[in-house]
């Protein structure tokens, strides 16, 4: 439905760049790509920083990572591509993140001494009699993640270490969430093999029964992982290419059938037209369609109206403590604040903060456009950022000595029960155009990580010299990568199925139960 095979075949001859919009993982690896063939191209961003959500924001020599980036894949392309780029900056750290609730800390994976002491002898006994309620009398069918997480944890525990927080990041209660998703995303793991884990951990490290959950190591920048998007952008404009930030795509010129060039406007204002002669777009599906002018037929129009995402917040606050606790990474599960998750970037790399004597933590709220969250200004989200770390007992207020805000618009994409026909809607539009590709997290409304991201990008290179790649469909547990032939290029040829097994999964969601319940 959605094949090229009118596509542009580019010339490499051709003293017209190849326009790339978005400054991330994705179109980062397709501009250098190009560059290193010899290509003109122009990389494009609207961020004064590159990296997108990737990127590391400096605030008076503090640096912080936007939502925190694990450095993990299973492409060894990828993998060669991270470590040619950094070296000795490219460091292995050890995983440490665990639950805060009720004010205690939960080790994960679970700890017998550590969970009976935390939760106490008799909420223990309700757990473990709630789990046994469920074996007995389990919810049948299982339609929604509240029914999937129940029947394997039993219903206190899904309330005490499910629910609060999985309701935070997506904004939608979990009985409307899809079993499917939480069968995907808590693969292998139940209150039984937990118990497994704490007992006896040696049996779920045998083959084949490992829980990826309970990764425990990962790679990282020294710097953040800014600091591999900034190489990436050195390495671009040293052969040639150019990066250009703060300015923004605001059209992109076209015949109805090809892509002629895109507007940019500066940060002052200026304006130019560029002529291209491929486009490669990250920005979101929504922007692009806007970008591409008002042509566009009006259920296109209607169906960017019907993609929906979820905004991210990140309060940075410096602490004057050297230390205050060891993760990586907390989950807040508790209710009665709004900060979902704590980073502590410390704890990723020494180097992330110039004195040692302080400590910058990063609290991570999620939130829709416009809700109560999102509409807060931002001395009313240091605020509540300072409030809710000194009620959830981690740091006093006056330990707080600097606090700033970052706000990420689209950083999540949601999948609702609009969303798959106004994405097959739009992906038909734009695949008319035959110099125009779409790749990245935003580009293609998927919900994925940065080595999924990487792959689209060189996917796409390969596209405009003939290829015929889908890049919506590389995660598929069916599909495989075609091997790169390329003298200096390590191989891309990986099932999709282990590509699949490294990215994030988002929740669909399902309709009443009701609806499946016989009358």
Known sequence: MFARSDAIVFESTSTVPVVVIGAGPAGLTAALELAELGVPV???????????????????????????????????????????????????????????????????PLKPA?????????????????????????????????????????????????????????GIPCRTISARW???????????????????PWLNRRPGREVKTLVDEFEYPRLGPGMMWEAFAARIEGLGG???????????????????????????????????????STMPLTHLVRSLGGSAPAAVQQATRNLKYRDFITVAVVVDRAELFPDNWIYIHDPSVKVGRIQNFKNWSADMVPDRSKTCLGLEYFCSAGDDIASLS???????????????????????????????????????????????TIREYVSGFANLQTIGRNGTHTY????????????AVRNLFGDQHDVWTIDHPDEYLEELHEANTPSLRISGRSLASTQPLIPTLVRAREAFEPR
């Open 42 to 108: 122009l990389v494009v961003e609207a961020n004064k920083r590159v990296g997108g959500l990737a990127q590391t924001v400096e605030y008076k020599g503090f640096r912080f990572d936007i939502g925190g980036h694990r450095f993990f894949t299973k492409v060894p392309a990828v993998r060669a591509l991270w470590r040619s780029m950094l070296g000795d900056d490219f460091l292995t750290r050890p995983r440490l993140s665990r639950i805060l609730f009720d004010g205690k800390f939960f080790d994960y």
């Open 114 to 170: 550590d969970a009976l002491f935390n939760l106490g002898i008799f909420r223990s006994i309700a757990i473990l009699a709630s789990y046994l309620r469920v074996k007995v009398r389990p919810i049948e069918p299982e339609i929604s993640f509240e029914d999937w997480v129940t029947n394997r944890f039993g219903r206190k525990l899904f309330r005490l270490f499910f629910k609060t927080y999985t309701e935070k990041v997506w």
């Open 182 to 200: 939480a069968a995907q995303r808590i693969q292998g793991l139940s209150l039984k093999t937990a118990v497994i884990n704490m007992l006896a």
């Open 242 to 280: 150019s990066v250009l930030l703060n300015a923004r795509v605001t059209a992109v010129s076209h015949d109805g059938h090809a892509v002629r060039g895109v507007e940019i406007e500066d940060a002052d204002g200026g304006r130019l037209f560029q002529p291209a002669s491929n486009v490669v």
């Open 378 to 424: 931002n001395t009313q989200l240091v605020e509540l950022a300072t409030s809710e770390l000194e009620a959830i007992g981690l740091v006093e207020r006056q330990w707080i000595v600097d606090a700033t805000v970052v706000r990420v618009p689209k950083a999540y994409p949601v999948y609702d029960e609009d969303y798959e026909q106004a994405l097959s």
């Open 448 to 459: 994925n990580n940065q080595d999924h991201s990487m792959v689209m990008g060189m996917l």
